[in-house]
């Protein structure tokens, strides 16, 4: 059974994801502008997102870590994802537990990927109890590294994805203590 488990920050809930949740996010996984950064650029259909939502759970239950459904409270909309996984994509960082976070376009420019983002930062550090926190992201991808500066996480490495041979950026942050 999945747990009830919810993060909340000023304009955002971090919850499990519910069925009604695969339009939504099918839809921001549909728009090419969204997926440019994301491995090979390519959109993925309603029957992909659904595969992955369907993984992202698994991971909860297996793990105790996972991507978290980004709701904005005020219009209780759906705006993406944000959270942990294992980033089993890149051995060469293993092991290792990522920060990672996808919204829809409407919610860009506003700040709410680094509010999400902190919200599970703080998750990692306090409630799983993790030492070091990476994200990886295609390098050229300017928005998301900039999120992640403000965040305090430091580049560590530049390499290459195994599987779309695109060169990605891997960044660390470390718990405090």
């Not at 904005?72 to 944000?82: E, N, P, W």
Request: hydrophobic share 45%; charged share 25%.
């Amino acid at each position: 059974m999945a747990s009830p488990l919810t993060l909340m920050t000023p304009r955002l809930t971090l919850r499990r994801w519910h069925a009604d949740d695969l339009d939504p996010m099918a839809a921001v996984n549909a728009d090419p502008e969204v997926m440019r950064w994301i491995g090979d650029g390519s959109v993925q259909d309603r029957e992909r997102t659904s595969a992955a939502i369907a993984s992202w759970e698994r991971e909860w239950d297996e793990r105790g870590v996972g991507l978290f459904a980004v709701e904005v409270r005020q219009s209780r909309r759906l705006a993406g994802f944000a959270g942990l996984s294992v980033p089993s994509y890149l051995p060469e960082i293993l092991p290792a537990v990522e920060l990672g976070w996808r919204l829809g376009r409407p919610f860009w420019g506003r700040g709410l990927a680094t509010e999400a983002a902190r919200a599970v930062l703080d998750f990692a550090f306090r409630d799983r109890g993790l030492a070091r926190v990476v994200s990886v992201h295609n390098a050229g991808n300017d928005a998301s590294a900039a999120v992640l500066r403000k965040l305090g996480m430091r580049r560590e490495r530049e390499t290459t994805h195994p599987e779309y041979g695109v060169p990605v950026c891997v960044h660390v942050l470390d718990a405090r203590p």
